[in-house]
């Protein structure tokens, strides 16, 4: 349950998108075509961030308290003086979780770059 009244953020991003898509774009060329086009980029990848980063925050803490760590900044400590990782299962794990960061940040961030990955 969120406290905020519709429209939600998800959806004032979405249709600002949608409206530059639709009416900005189609009506401008040169520097300001391409702004848009930034624009559109940034607002899409606004719109994944809402609707997949609760859930990827949720997966990242497990994926942190797998490894024994309680923030980013306590597995990059524990990687630059090697205390974690350097062989065996802890390398395994260590290396699944920080590609499966990776991963979800690319499907904000830009998922088309995903979809090569399985090409």
Not at 12 to 41: K, M, P, Q, Y
């Amino acid at each position: 349950m969120i406290p905020h009244d519709v429209p939600t953020a998800r959806q004032l991003v979405e249709s600002v998108r949608e409206w530059i898509e639709r009416d900005v774009l189609t009506e401008t060329t040169g520097r300001l075509h391409f702004h848009a086009r930034v624009a559109i980029n940034v607002l899409a990848l606004v719109e994944r961030e809402l609707e997949i980063g609760p859930g990827q925050a949720d997966r990242h803490r497990e994926r942190l308290r797998v490894l024994g760590f309680e923030s980013d900044e306590e597995l990059a400590a524990a990687i630059r003086s090697g205390g974690v990782g350097e062989s065996g299962d802890e390398a395994i794990a260590l290396r699944a979780a920080v590609w499966a960061s990776v991963r979800d940040k690319l499907a904000v961030a830009n998922p088309k770059y995903l979809d090569a990955d399985r090409g």
